[in-house]
């Protein structure tokens, strides 16, 4: 990836770092993009330490004045922009549906799936006007595809991602730019461990077992690991994968296959 340009939100932590990493490490520039500047900075100087043109900028991808500054000053910087990954989110309230207020809807859906919206929206006219072609990719999730109880907002937002990325990748197909949605399964790392607790405490099991119905319906009977969501994001930023667009590619042990 030589020569391109990629931004990734939330990149300071998790998936959006093992995301930002895998891009460096293909020669992608990269900006990152979060809302907390100590790990962000952090994270920049991680990517610069591998020989790559590394851009961090705060930024809170609820807010659209937040968005619109990053945006000017990812291509300020730049130049141009070839990929945009909106990888943002949040795992939102663990609670029967009933028990879940207006305002944390409101929260999980704002984040989940305005964030990709206001993310996309910024870089499209941009990258159409440079006539590079280019790459969009949302982290979606499982859970965009299959329902899972306790989570009704992070459901609705990761279907609605999906059904965004569809419709993008007909509107901007005719421009050379593809859309597609990565669908990680249980990814191991801080996040996971704080919605198996939270798993557990509303169902009245021990972590133990929340952490099993995680894992052992998966084919290879473990979480997925970060960096295998970060190796499908940047085979969806490359020309290797030139025919495929409005895709949601799951990666996730084995845990959804379709």
């Known amino acids: 990836?030589?020569?391109k340009v990629a931004v990734v939100t939330g990149g300071n932590q998790g998936i959006?770092?093992?995301i930002a990493q895998a891009l460096a490490q293909a020669d992608a520039s990269v900006a990152l993009s979060a809302r907390t500047?100590?790990?962000?900075?952090?994270?920049?100087?991680?990517?610069?330490?591998?020989?790559?043109?590394?851009?961090?900028?705060?930024?809170?991808?609820?807010d659209p004045s937040s968005t619109d500054a990053m945006a000017g000053e990812v291509l300020e910087h730049f130049g141009h922009v070839d990929v945009v990954i909106a990888n943002a989110g949040i795992a939102g309230?663990?609670?029967?549906?009933?028990?879940?207020?207006?305002?944390?809807?409101?929260?999980?859906?704002?984040t989940d799936l305005d964030g990709v919206y206001l993310t996309f929206r910024r870089f499209i006219a941009p990258m159409i006007k440079a006539g590079r072609g280019g790459s969009l990719i949302a982290v979606s999730s499982m859970t965009g595809k299959r329902p899972l109880p306790e989570r009704t907002p992070y459901s609705a937002a990761k279907m609605g991602v999906i059904g965004l990325v569809r419709s993008l990748a007909l509107e901007l197909g005719p421009y050379n730019i593809r859309v597609n949605s990565v669908c990680p399964g249980a990814v191991a790392g801080q996040r996971l461990d704080r919605i198996v607790r939270q798993s557990a405490q509303a169902r009245g099991i021990t972590e133990a077992e929340a952490m099993r119905q995680f894992s052992d319906p998966s084919a290879l009977k473990r979480p997925t690991a970060a960096e295998e969501v970060g190796a499908a994001c940047v085979f969806l930023a490359s020309e290797a994968s030139s025919g495929i667009t409005g895709e949601d590619m799951n990666v996730s042990?084995?845990?959804?296959?379709y």
Do not use: F, K, N
Not at 39 to 55: T, Y
Not at 253 to 257: E, R, S
């Open 1 to 3: 990836m030589t020569g």
């Open 93 to 110: 309230a663990i609670r029967p549906m009933h028990e879940i207020t207006y305002e944390e809807w409101q929260d999980c859906l704002i």
């Open 37 to 62: 500047v100590d790990s962000l900075e952090r994270a920049a100087r991680e990517i610069q330490s591998l020989g790559v043109d590394c851009l961090g900028v705060p930024c809170d991808v609820r």
């Open 253 to 257: 042990a084995g845990l959804v296959m």
């Open 16 to 18: 959006g770092r093992a």
